[in-house]
């Protein structure tokens, strides 16, 4: 559980166009860990998460992933949902296996489990168009689950949903984590959501994208709902808004400002 | 590692009911007799009998303007000599058309490999598309001269073709970026990522520029039926159209012309139920209105 298993190490990120999405990023991800970025747009937290999953390179500063085995022990959600249009949900979850060259007979499962994770079982022929917000998105995680990733990077996956599915995927989300364990790096501009779900939040800032703060929740799990509504949570809430909008940290007993060389 | 489902299951959406299979009739009746249907229908009837009428009124004589009934007796008249003349043209047209659809995607494929392939060729596919064909018809026809066939399908095909890659290519460039992304997460190979993401996400493209390009080779086969001015045992209805002009048989030229105008709209409504067949599960552009 405490071993690294993604890091960046003095990142800088500069775009063709000389934007600078990231200065001096230093970032440590512990395995079976939940860890929230928030920051204004532009911070360049999908960023951070484009470069863990190799999407993108860094300009400066090196990244390793000693946690991840692999291109399929690593899965991406986009917050869109990113589901193929012209194809079923079956077909959908399927495509990440596609791509390995297993057939569909040799997948099906392997989705159906995964479709099971998720509660859509029954909805295989569907085409995504007939789908809810929420439901897409779960289709999108099923996809994402269907290699059995141990690392698992969210990109703002429930940023358009309304609140009640927002609500009801967090639980399930946590819920399954804590289940399978997985390391999960969570994009969102919601501070609640961030301090619900994680284990550690990391505060970053704009122009150039850097980290503000990291703000541990010392919170056991499983978190219910009377967390959602404890003064505790928004305490944290509190103060990572405060982080945000600038300010020091408050009490330095909750907090821990960013520090090169973390745990 | 993946086992029961932790999660409250959602209900699975109800089997459609199953509605009687209407009839062939009732079904023909329920799909004309609709506002889209009815509405253009009630306007053309419309202007046939105010063109009747005017053509009566006025004694308008038949070399000038003939009537639409005049028109039509024609038709039936002459139909065994014309029909042949249009399937000729169609055959053109259908000819030309395929071979249009299978270079067009294949050039596209092409310009879809890399950006500097598709800036250093486009230009080519511009010039082809604004080259006037009536003036070019002449020379292809004297290149193919041992086959007017082949020269008409070769004037067909240029005007047909740009559509095709023009809208393939930019159907090509607009997958999705989130799912590009994805292809690459999961090492999606350059043919997986063209034949799973890059060409569906094409299609309605695709289908868009089909249905410009089938009306176009029909363009194109009559314009350079025209150039060419065939005479000779396959003569096609612009053929027909030409050599009635001549000799003033005006009513005849009009039955030609509307036998022409008939095919193309056959033509664009067979291509737009074929789009509408392929898309409608996902895309917009076949859904239907839901209120």
């Given at each position: 559980m405490t071993s690294t298993a993604i890091a960046l190490h003095q990142v800088n990120k500069i775009y063709?166009?000389?934007?600078?999405?990231?200065?001096?990023v230093d970032l440590a991800v512990r395995q079976g860990e939940f860890v929230s970025l928030v920051g204004p747009?532009?911070?360049g937290k999908s960023t951070v998460l484009k470069l863990m999953a190799g999407l993108a390179a860094p300009s400066n500063g090196y990244l390793e992933s000693p946690g991840v085995a692999g291109d399929r022990d690593l899965a991406y959600v986009f917050q869109d949902a990113a589901?193929?249009?012209?194809?079923?949900v079956l077909d959908n979850v399927h495509l990440p296996l596609k791509l390995k060259g297993q057939s569909l007979r040799a997948s099906r499962s392997r989705i159906q489990a995964a479709l099971n994770l998720v509660a859509l079982q029954g909805f295989e022929q569907s085409y995504p168009r007939e789908l809810s917000g929420g439901m897409k998105m779960r289709v999108s995680i099923a996809r994402a689950l269907v290699t059995q990733p141990h690392v698992l990077l969210m990109d703002?996956?429930?940023?358009?949903?309304?609140e009640m599915s927002r609500g009801r995927l967090n639980s399930d989300l946590l819920r399954l984590w804590e289940q399978y364990h997985w390391t999960v790096v969570f994009v969102t501009h919601n501070i609640y959501e961030a301090v619900y779900l994680s284990n550690r939040v990391v505060v970053m800032g704009a122009q150039p994208g850097h980290i503000l703060a990291e703000v541990p929740i010392d919170v056991p799990y499983?978190?219910?709902?009377d967390f959602r509504t404890s003064p505790q949570f928004n305490q944290y809430c509190r103060d990572i808004a405060h982080l945000l909008a600038g300010g020091e940290p408050l009490a330095p007993s909750s907090l821990s400002t960013a520090a090169p060389g973390l745990s | 590692m993946l086992q029961e489902s932790p999660l409250p299951s959602v209900t699975a959406p109800s089997s459609k009911t199953v509605s009687p299979k209407p009839s062939r009739l009732v079904w023909l009746w329920s799909a004309i007799a609709r506002p889209e249907v009815i509405a253009p229908l009630i306007v053309g009837l419309l202007a046939l009998l105010l063109w009747e009428g005017a053509v009566r009124l006025f004694a308008v004589p038949p070399y000038l303007l003939p009537g639409p009934l005049l028109v039509f007796q024609t038709l039936i008249a002459e139909w065994p000599e014309l029909f042949p003349s249009l399937l000729i043209t169609l055959q053109i047209t259908v000819v030309a058309f395929l071979a249009a659809t299978v270079s067009g995607v294949l050039i596209a494929v092409l310009f879809a490999q890399s950006k500097w392939i598709e800036r250093s060729l486009f230009p080519y596919a511009v010039i082809l598309q604004t080259t006037p064909i009536v003036a070019i018809a002449p020379l292809i026809i004297i290149w193919l001269q041992n086959s007017t066939f082949a020269a008409l399908v070769v004037c067909a095909w240029i005007v047909a073709l740009f559509p095709i890659i023009a809208n393939t290519t930019l159907g090509l460039n607009s997958a999705d970026r989130n799912l590009q992304d994805l292809f690459r997460l999961y090492g999606a190979s350059r043919w997986q990522t063209l034949w799973h993401l890059r060409l569906p996400s094409a299609l309605p493209y695709f289908l868009g520029g089909l249905r410009i390009s089938g009306g176009l080779a029909l363009i194109g086969a009559v314009v350079a039926e025209f150039v060419a001015g065939t005479g000779g045992a396959r003569s096609g209805i612009a053929y027909q159209i030409l050599m009635s002009s001549y000799k003033l048989q005006i009513p005849r030229m009009f039955a030609a012309l509307a036998m022409t105008t008939v095919l193309g709209v056959l033509i664009f409504v067979s291509l737009t139920w074929l789009s509408d067949r392929l898309l409608r599960h996902w895309h917009e552009s076949a859904l239907r209105q839901e209120n």
């Open positions: 063709a166009n000389g934007t600078v999405a990231l200065q001096g747009s532009g911070c589901l193929m249009p012209w194809a079923t703002e996956p429930f940023g358009a949903l309304d499983p978190r219910d709902e | -």
